[in-house]
Structure formats: C-alpha cells, structure tokens
C-alpha cells in the first residue's frame, strides 16, 4: 500500500516537473525578437549544459517533490490523531475495558493508536508503567517521523553541493578548451563559464524548496507529537484516578490494623507486670530497756 502511493506521488511529481519545463520551454521564445539568439536559455538547454550533475540534480529536483507530498499527506492531523480514538479509549479506558480498547487501537494504525496501545500493555503494572510506556512509545514515533523528513534535509544540503561540484568542473574545461586555442579571445571563454555556472544554479532551486520543506514538516511533527502525546496522557486520567483511589482505601485498611497490632502488646504487657512487692511494716518500735 505505502508502495503504490510512492509511486503515484513520484509519476505526480514528474508529470509536475514536466509541466514547469513545458511552461518554460513556451515562454522561453517570446523574448526571441528583443534578445539576442546567444543569450536566450531555456530549461531544456539549462539541463543540457548542466551534463551528467545536471541530470543527477534533477533526479533529487523529483525525489524531493514527491517526498513533500508524500509529507503532505502522511504527517497531519487527520493521519497521525484519527478522529474519535481518543474519546473511545478514554471511555473504553474509564470502564477498564482495556482489551476492547486496544482492539480500537488496532482497527486505526496510527501515531496515537500506538502510543496508546503501548500504554494499555502495561496497565497491569500501574500508572507508573503505563506512563513510562506511553512515553516511550511517542519518543520511538517521533524518532521515525523525523528520519523520514530528514531525507528533505539531505537533499537541500547535497544539491548545492553537487551543483558547485559541476561548476568547478565546467570552469576547468572551459579554462582547459581557452588554453588549447592558438589566439584565444576573452569572449571565447564566457559560454564555457556560463554553462559552467548552470549546475550551481540547478543546485540552489532544488535546495532552497528543500530546505524549506523541511523546517516546515519539522515543526509540524513537533506539534503533532506533542500534541498526540498530551492526548495519549489524557486517555488514562480516569485508569489514574482509579489507582490513586485504590491506593488510599489501601492505605486506609492497612492504617487500624497497624495500629491495633502496636497497641495490643503493650496492653498484655500491662496486665501481666507483677506487682512490686511493699515492705513489712511494724507496728511499733521497741524501745531499748534501761538498765
């Protein structure tokens, strides 16, 4: 499935790319009559002149149009938070039918839809784990999303640099076909120079959509994910609330019985302590005799 839509945004974004050249190749001609024949360039002679990088900068030119809309429709809303999952697994959640709402999780595959059912894995272990697991979870989807736009990124930073690759070596043949002439003039070597600046050219119009492209997907998945994992949070306030609950009356049973049991020795204690014994008293003292 993810196969077929590739291909079809790939066919889209040649078919766009060949739209922009056509348009180009007929607005190219209109300047013919104020413009000299030496000076007009067109798109398909901008490709010419651009040679093995050139084609190499067009093949990136599509790849990176289809991955925007690849982008386009794979990370927003409506895919990564489908409607209506999070108010079924808080519902399904808050009557602790946990296996019901993991089979929700399943029936919509999505960012969201893991996150929770990673949390829903580990209910068992207390809120604790499940916001461990929840958070984990989001931090591994995130990581993907992010090297899956990074591919934007590489090729804003690889066009310029193969566009300066091929001016550098249309600037050597250029200097290299100036040095074999016998009596070279100055304006012999200026269509070797501006061919040789096609490439650089070719580089930048890829790399600055690219770049562009990525720092908006970039924030758009931070967004996202920030937001999927406050909703993913939210989905076991009332599982939470349960524990916390739980955990009291616990506490509260294991408090009297507690002390019952301390109070209980020492009144055994008390009761069977023997009495210290008084001393004899006498009744009256006998008075020594005179002799």
Not at 19 to 42: H, I, S
Not at 96 to 120: D, H, M, N, R, T
Not at 159 to 186: C, D, H, R, S, Y
Request: proline share 5%; with cysteine.
């Amino acid at each position: 499935m993810h196969t077929r839509r590739l291909v079809i945004i790939v066919l889209l974004g040649g078919c766009l790319w060949l739209v922009m050249a056509q348009a180009g190749f007929a607005q190219a001609p209109t300047f013919a009559q104020d413009q000299p024949e030496a000076t007009k360039l067109d798109i398909k002679e901008m490709i010419q002149a651009g040679g093995y990088v050139g084609y190499i900068i067009l093949a990136l030119s599509v790849a990176m149009i289809a991955l925007i809309f690849e982008h386009l429709i794979s990370i927003r809303h409506a895919t990564l938070m489908p409607h209506g999952l999070a108010e079924e697994a808080h519902r399904l959640v808050g009557l602790q039918q946990y296996a019901q709402a993991e089979q929700q999780c399943k029936l919509q595959p999505s960012f969201l839809g893991y996150v929770i059912s990673a949390g829903l894995a580990e209910v068992e272990m207390g809120y604790s784990a499940v916001e461990k697991a929840v958070e984990d979870a989001s931090m591994e989807q995130a990581a993907r999303l992010f090297r899956k736009i990074e591919y934007l990124s590489v090729i804003g930073n690889l066009a310029p640099m193969l566009g300066l690759l091929g001016t550098v070596w249309g600037m050597i043949l250029a200097f290299m076909e100036f040095e074999a002439k016998a009596n070279p003039q100055v304006s012999e070597l200026a269509p070797g120079i501006y061919r040789a600046l096609v490439t650089t050219l070719l580089g930048l119009s890829v790399a600055v959509p690219a770049l562009a492209a990525f720092a908006i997907f970039r924030n758009r998945v931070d967004e996202l994910v920030a937001e999927s994992t406050l909703m993913a949070e939210h989905v076991f306030t009332k599982y939470k609330r349960t524990v916390a609950q739980r955990r009291q009356q616990k506490k509260k049973a294991v408090e009297p019985a507690s002390q019952t049991a301390t109070s209980q020795p020492a009144v055994t204690q008390q009761s069977t302590k023997a009495p210290t014994p008084s001393p004899p008293t006498t009744g009256s003292s006998e008075e020594p005799t005179s002799s």
